[in-house]
């Protein structure tokens, strides 16, 4: 890796037209990285890439790991900044981080993960980094593997209002509901929600601040969930006509629930127990407000066929379970809550490009009786051709 950056930084008074770089350091974020005992002398300090010139072209910019010396290191066009897993001396200041941003005015994609910018060290420069970078056309963004001062100190530093893909990666074993709080109202135009292992203390202040989190998100309608235990999904599942106060039965005697993602159309999921995901499509109908699909992964569902709670959630969600596409592609639900003008989503069951069934052990033991009644059948018009 130094040995590419090292050429990297030679070339860097040769016309360049890259346009994507993405470098992958190895090891854990915390690791100690190579210094000074690193047996090239060259490769001692750290180095800046293209040896701090700026290369215009370059839009699409990954790094994980990759130690820099990011005071020299320098950009202005990117319309995706992704940056993982750096050792906290190695990540850059919060000042180069706001620099990066406040220089790439398209940016429209943004991953920090376990690379949080280093935090200003006093109250001058405390005050310097108190107004947020404003990131007008930033429509995806994901923070993962922070820990929650670290993930107040990054979301106080920008301003995203057209972000329309959130994705909040590991994010546990501590109290996030300060963060969640910080971006209530932030971000009015979230469509699709990815949220995994991502964990909330159960407490009445929790519940009240996803409330208000959600009905700041009137558009999302679609959900990416794993590692949700039975504590967090009620989070999404929240009635705000009981959670609020009010009665629960008003005086026509009859119970008008107020769910807190009444737009939600689909969710993908995985790595949750097959009880949780069968009441999650269970409280939703109560709600009154029934999943129009249910996806899942092939490689998921492989590993549950065995589950002793499986034929409960295949007759609790039938018609609507489906496989999500394992590429690029959209599901059609996906597509729809993206999407910016109208979008008439086609009659429930009009598709079928994403549907299984499993069929219950009775239904794949007759099935399989017919395809060898079948086969003897076509043995025996065998047999009487040779005999004719």
């Not at 130690?67 to 202005?76: E, G, M, P």
């Not at 406040?102 to 935090?119: F, M």
């Not at 922070?146 to 109290?175: E, I, R």
């Not at 709600?287 to 709670?309: C, F, I, Q, S």
Request: hydrophobic share 40%; proline share 7%.
């Amino acid at each position: 890796m130094f040995y590419l950056i090292d050429k990297l930084r030679a070339a860097k008074d040769q016309p360049m037209m890259l346009e994507r770089l993405e470098l992958f350091g190895e090891g854990q974020p915390y690791m100690i990285m190579p210094g000074a005992d690193f047996e090239a002398k060259e490769y001692r300090q750290p180095m800046a890439l293209f040896d701090g010139y700026d290369v215009p072209s370059l839009t699409f910019l990954t790094l994980r790991g990759v130690q820099l010396d990011w005071t020299r290191t320098n950009f202005s066009n990117l319309t995706h900044f992704d940056i993982r897993r750096f050792p906290t001396e190695c990540s850059p200041t919060v000042f180069k981080f706001r620099e990066v941003l406040a220089n790439c005015p398209n940016l429209e994609g943004l991953v920090v993960e376990a690379a949080a910018p280093i935090p200003a060290q006093n109250q001058d420069e405390l005050d310097a980094t108190a107004a947020p970078i404003t990131l007008p056309r930033l429509d995806r963004l994901t923070i993962a593997d922070l820990v929650p001062s670290a993930a107040t100190q990054l979301w106080s530093q920008f301003h995203a209002p057209n972000v329309k893909q959130l994705t909040l990666l590991n994010l546990y074993t501590d109290d996030y509901s300060d963060f969640i709080e910080q971006m209530i109202g932030c971000m009015p135009n979230v469509r699709l929600l990815t949220w995994y292992s991502v964990e909330l203390p159960n407490t009445d202040r929790t519940r009240n601040l996803m409330i208000k989190w959600f009905k700041a998100m009137p558009k999302l309608r679609y959900m990416r969930l794993s590692g949700l235990d039975r504590v967090t999904i009620d989070f999404f599942l929240l009635d705000e006509a009981v959670a609020g106060g009010s009665l629960p039965f008003p005086i026509t005697g009859k119970h008008e629930p107020k769910p807190v993602l009444p737009n939600l159309l689909a969710i993908e999921w995985e790595n949750m127990e097959v009880e949780d995901i069968t009441y999650f499509v269970r409280r939703c109908k109560q709600l009154g407000v029934p999943l129009r699909r249910l996806y899942t992964y092939p490689r998921n569902w492989n590993k549950l066929e065995d589950d002793e709670d499986v034929p409960e959630l295949l007759e609790e969600a039938k018609g609507i379970m489906g496989f999500a596409p394992m590429d690029a592609s959209q599901t059609i639900e996906e597509e729809a809550a993206l999407a910016d003008g109208e979008f008439k989503l086609p009659e429930r069951g009009a598709s079928e490009d994403h549907m299984f069934n499993v069929p219950d052990r009775g239904e794949q033991d007759y099935a399989m009786d017919e395809d060898d009644e079948d086969e003897e059948d076509e043995d025996e018009e065998e047999v009487e051709m040779e005999d004719a």
